[in-house]
């Protein structure tokens, strides 16, 4: 079924709640389509950014790309983020192994803002945020709790939209950075299905990947569009053996080689589901349904125990002693061995071979080493599920005073679950009764959302009808944490002779820190599009949002288009805007593992307003403020298409997990009459904290340029952005190194220049990237920082159309297998080769080098 032309225009006009403006040609404006024909000078609309009609290209009076279905098609990487990472150079991702959740859904950065910075939408709705909290976050993400972009797939997409300047007056709170607008395909008939396998050239890290799209008519007055995905991704590893690892092994203790792997995790049965359905009920009337469900299993990496100093477990006095329990309980009798460590074999021990050996003195007495004796590595990982559904119902009032004008009614339910899962570790107390496998819990994240929006052109006798749009929103956010399995919390036996409680590595989450935490908001919003001349154009914004927490909060936005040429246009926009703390970042406590000073130690994240962390420095969250400016050009003549835009964010009140907090002796008495367990086994406490205020500044150029050449027709795409962050305010509760962090771990210049060209048979494309500069970070750990080089990679894909439904592509990503910076191995003395890493994790390209894939495809 295919609508009319009138309806089509009716429907991306007044889609009020996606809104409509304008954008940029995609990095490649070029579809494979039809065969292969080309497309030539496709105007691209996008439906974000402003509440009026649409207008043609460069008219925008804020910086928008929009990136096709095909083009996120072009790439060897199934997952969303990587498919922008390629064409939105303001974008960051990072791998991060051995992060903690972090691995689990991975944060993205919008000019060098935390990923919780950036509005995510779905056809213009609001997109719940995911439920795991970046505890290990790599200094700019530390404590975020963005959207998993992950779950959504390229094939389900019609288009994507990047506003890249701050909404928070139009969309409300997280719009800091910008939006991203993610729009589902709407065909009513055909549809397409591919297979796609690639691994790295490190012959690792194999994915294989099943998609397909179908359009189908809904009734003979609707269409239903459904999309899925799956896929299996094989863990990586970039990792030599750790020092401490390969000197056990040279005595002769069972290691594994590597004992500590740094890489990607390994993804299973990782599958989504997308439907979109619309459906005209009348002339004037639609009803529209979307939603999703996905759901992955991931395994990752973690820090290596060593079998002679990990606390709690080996040795309560950094390898000094042996860490030995009596099963029978202390004061039974017997003494239990002391065993002095002096580098040497254990085996050779005289006192550990009496418990070993079962000797009368030592046979109730245990180690570790007697069931572990080389030590063990934990594996971090989870099930992420993901649903979420959103109805409503759109159209023209007939009557009254709003004739002539357009509504939008929708109500849409989010939810996010995260299963932790953590394998080969142990609960200490529990000695040799402990399992090895563990679930500490869950979290859960359930948003809703009602919104109802309306819109009408007035005539005021200026160039045009002045645009007036306004809404009302109601928004709940729910975070749910889910006490784990008994053994993963359980205070065993031995805890009272020093052993650790808990599943090593991440303690599960007790009955008591169980709990449901819930937090509502209602908005108004007014938006007016005023077309002075026809060549000027200004838009205000105004929001009022009020929640039941802190309070309300009043944002503005003013945006101006002016063309002064035929050829040239000017834009700009000031604004405020703010960010909401999340539920979960109010209310959660976890307790992790990570590196202070070299050393692994436990720590504990307690709520900002828990007893111990205000008499640290901690206070309720409230909300980020931040104001912000842009200012640009469009240049466009003939197949020539050339933006540039300078901005400038300043945040004040920066939500971040604070610094790690040594704990003294009087910090841990008072942890102890709070009833937190087990405060011998923790070195420190962190919490959310709004500390540091900052500013971003920097430039996005764009320019595209099409033609007819070598007897088919190419398309040249430059994409560059300079991106610079300064802390202008900290305390010591955020600390020198994370500022560092903040400054200096994205590249500052990042660029893509790519070439597409497409025949009648054949399309191919060829993509040069480049990273500037950047701070190489290793294990969080400031001694190994340094100033890492720039580097360039080059991505190519050729396709070749056998039929005019088949096609068989072949590509490669990094083609030229250009590494990520290498740890310097250069001595004993240096600190950053002692945890078994190859490259710093912070490479903005990735630490898996260069990754080769295939692809065929049936379209119908």
């Known amino acids: 079924m295919k609508h009319n032309i009138s309806k089509l225009q ?7 709640a996606s809104s409509a403006t304008i954008g940029m040609y995609s990095t490649n404006a070029m579809a494979a389509e039809d065969g292969g024909e080309k497309a030539k000078d496709i105007e691209k609309i996008a439906v974000v950014g402003s509440r009026a009609a649409p207008r043609s290209v460069g008219d925008s009076p804020v910086p928008i790309d929009i990136i096709g279905g095909e083009e996120l098609s072009k790439t060897g990487n199934n997952d969303m983020l990587e498919m922008l990472k390629g ?10 192994p051995i992060s903690d959740a972090a ?17 995510v939408l779905l056809n213009g709705k609001r997109r719940h945020r995911a439920s795991v909290i970046a505890f290990l976050g790599g200094g700019i993400n530390d404590g975020a709790q963005g959207p998993d ?57 194999a994915q294989t990947t099943y998609e397909g799209n179908v359009g189908l008519p809904f009734t003979d007055q ?39 792997i740094w890489g990607a995790p390994e993804i299973k049965d990782d599958v989504t589901l997308f439907g979109n359905v619309g459906l005209d009920l009348d002339n004037d009337t639609q009803f529209y349904m979307f939603g999703n469900y996905s759901e992955r299993d991931v395994k990752g990496g973690f820090y290596y125990r060593n079998p002679q100093t990990r606390p709690g477990v080996y040795s309560n006095d950094d390898g000094a002693t042996l860490l030995v329990g009596d099963l029978d309980g202390v004061g039974t009798g017997i003494t239990c061995p002391v065993v002095n460590l002096d580098g040497g074999p254990l085996a050779d021990n005289p006192a550990y071979q009496l418990i070993a050996a079962d000797t009368e003195l030592g046979r109730n007495c245990f180690a570790f080493n007697e069931m572990l004796p080389g030590g063990f590595t934990p594996q971090f990982g989870g099930n992420i599920t993901d649903t979420s559904l959103t109805m409503g119902v759109k159209g023209e009032f007939k009557s009254g005073f709003l004739s002539g004008g357009y509504y939008d009614l929708s109500g849409s339910v989010g939810r996010n679950e995260a299963r932790f899962l953590i394998y080969n570790t142990l609960n200490a107390s529990m000695g040799p009764d402990t399992p090895r496998d563990f679930s500490p819990g869950k979290y859960i994240q359930l948003e809703k959302n009602f919104n109802f929006d309306v819109s009408k052109g007035y005539d005021f006798d200026l ?28 205070v065993g036996d031995l805890y009272t002779q020093g052993f650790s409680i808990g599943s090593n590595g991440f303690p599960g989450f007790k009955p008591s820190d169980a709990g449901e935490y819930t937090r509502r908001n209602y908005a108004a919003y007014l938006d007016i599009e005023t077309p002075f001349t026809e060549e000027f154009l200004m838009g205000w914004a105004l929001r009022f949002e009020d929640y039941d927490t802190f309070g309300s909060t009043t944002n503005y936005k003013v945006t101006a288009q002016f063309q002064a040429t035929d050829t040239l246009a000017l834009r700009g926009s000031v604004s405020t805007g703010f960010r909401a703390p ?40 409230q909300p980020e403020e931040s104001q912000s400016y842009t200012m640009g050009a469009v240049y466009q003549n003939d197949g020539f298409f050339f933006t540039v835009d300078y901005y400038n964010i300043q945040v004040e009140d920066r939500i971040s997990q604070s610094d790690k907090i040594e704990l003294s002796p009087a910090d841990k008495a008072a942890l102890k009459a709070a009833g937190v367990p087990n405060v011998d086994g923790l070195a420190q406490v962190s919490f959310f904290t709004n500390d540091f205020d900052t500013t971003t500044q920097g430039v996005d150029v764009v320019a595209n340029y099409s033609m007819d050449m070598l007897g088919g027709y190419g398309t040249f795409a430059l994409a560059y952005n300079w991106n610079d962050t300064k802390v202008d305010k900290f305390s010591a509760i955020t600390g020198e190194f994370k ?122």
């Open 87 to 96: 064409s939105v150079p303001s974008l960051n991702v990072h791998q991060n």
């Open 222 to 260: 609707g269409f239903a569009n459904l999309s899925f995905q799956y896929k299996n991704s094989d863990a990586t590893s970039r990792s030599v053996q750790r020092p401490d690892a390969a000197k056990f092994a040279s005595q002769g203790v069972p290691v594994a080689d590597p004992a500590q």
């Open 103 to 119: 691995s689990l859904i991975r944060p993205a950065n919008l000019r060098g803002l935390p990923s919780d910075s950036t509005l």
């Open 463 to 490: 160039a045009y009808d002045v645009n007036v749009a306004g809404g009302l929103e109601w928004h709940e956010e729910t975070f749910e944490v889910l006490s784990g399995d008994e053994a993963s919390f359980k």
């Open 582 to 621: 999340t539920v979960g970042q109010a209310n959660v406590s976890n307790v992790q593992t990570n590196l202070s000073s070299g050393v692994l130690v436990d720590s504990a994240l307690l709520p900002p307003t828990n007893p111990i962390s205000v008499q640290l420095g901690g206070k309720e969250l």
């Open 739 to 860: 500022v560092k962090r903040l400054e200096e771990d994205l590249p500052n210049h990042r660029a893509t220049l790519t070439w597409s060209q497409q025949w009648d048979k054949v399309s191919g494309f060829i993509r040069a990237n480049y990273f500037g500069e950047y701070q190489g970070v290793h294990v969080d750990y400031d001694a190994t920082a340094k100033t890492a080089d720039a580097a360039v990679t080059l991505d190519a894909e050729i396709t070749y159309f056998l039929t005019d439904e088949i096609s068989l592509t072949a590509g490669a990503q990094n083609l030229f297998d250009q590494e990520a910076e290498k740890l310097d191995f250069a001595g004993d003395g240096l600190v950053n080769n002692q945890w078994g890493g190859k490259y710093y994790e912070t490479s903005p390209m990735g630490i898996n080098g260069g990754f080769y894939y295939v692809k065929a495809t049936y379209t119908f």
């Open 10 to 16: 009716r429907a991306i006009s007044f889609a009020l």
């Open 149 to 205: 972009i992950s779950v959504i797939p390229g094939i389900a997409m019609k288009q994507v939209e990047v506003l890249r300047d701050g909404a928070a007056a139009q969309y409300g709170s997280d719009a800091i950075a910008g939006v991203i607008n993610f729009v589902l395909k709407d065909n009513s008939e055909g549809g397409s299905f591919s297979v796609k396998h690639g691994e790295y050239y490190e012959g690792d890290g």
